[in-house]
């Protein structure tokens, strides 16, 4: 179990249920440290003052904040802090809305509220809250306070646990009027093709079904590199922005593509990771355990 970070209780009228916040997600991202290239020695980083041309500690680093006028405005912590949130250790809830009145460009990042405690009034506690807000399908906005920073907050239900996502504010999204393009009406025509392909494409949603394709390769540069294979960056060529495609001619040559590999028998394409490893497994493919889906796909169809 991922360590907790935050300890405190969740707060619904007067009920208070005592929980505590672990990251929902986890990093797996490969993680390189910097070294000298010549010796291979990592490197320090080092705060050097520009004028005195010397190291500075940590307990003499000031701010400063820049103006629109050019003007640097020079703050202490102290004076930093005049600004900090009053630190609680309660979640309020403030309202309930339904989810789907929430955009998802508000969702920051994902935790996991938890019960604080394994006594059975907590659990009950727990439990009756989130029975509550499943059987209600409605999320609950509420706030804390984290460290030294006040987020807001969306708390629902993901099978039997509560999940809380920190949102950003109202401010912090761009407008789309500054979007160019955003406005304006599509031909009928274009519209009805477009649809027709995003029907074709449509499939229930499986997360499993999609991986990151860019961390596999570098796990495998590592791999190669660990066994002492030589290391190659394919050669790409610059090539010129492609004009703008006849619309109606680019869709209905797509869905007509669709269509056609739809119509092979094989199916391939609606089978999930574990049945294409399956199938790879009684062709007799080699590394298909490694493998991700599209290379399944390609490796079972002959491409």
Partial sequence: ????????????????????????????????????????VPLETRRICAKEDREVDYAEVGHGYDLDNDKLVILTDE???????????????EAFVDLEEVDPIYFDHPYFLVPA????????????????????????????????????????VREGALSLTTLRFADEVRPTKDVAGAKGKPAKAELDGALALIEALSCPWDPTDYEDRYRARLQGVVRRKE???EIK??????????????????????????????????????????????????????????????????ALSGD
């Fill in 79 to 93: 004076e930093l802090s005049a600004a900090d949130p009053r630190k609680t250790r309660t979640i309020d809830i």
């Fill in 227 to 229: 066994k002492g294979g």
């Fill in 117 to 156: 405690g394994d006594t059975e009034g907590t659990q009950r506690a727990y439990r009756l809250l989130a029975e509550v807000m499943d059987q209600a399908g409605r999320v609950a906005l509420g706030r804390f306070v984290m460290r030294t920073k006040e987020y807001l907050v969306a708390i629902r």
């Fill in 233 to 298: 960056a394919p050669t790409q060529k610059e090539s010129a922005p492609s004009p703008v495609p006849d619309l109606m001619a680019a869709l209905e040559r797509t869905l007509a593509e669709i269509q056609g590999k739809g119509s092979g028998g094989d199916g391939l394409e609606d089978l999930s990771k574990d049945e294409l490893v399956k199938r790879a497994a009684d062709a007799g493919v080699e590394g298909r355990s490694k493998m991700t889906k599209d290379e399944l796909l390609a």
């Fill in 1 to 40: 179990m991922a360590r907790a970070l935050w300890t405190g209780s969740l707060s619904f009228g007067l009920v208070n249920v005592p929980v505590q916040l672990l990251s929902a997600v986890r990093d797996l991202d490969l993680h390189f440290r910097q070294l000298h290239g010549s010796d291979h």
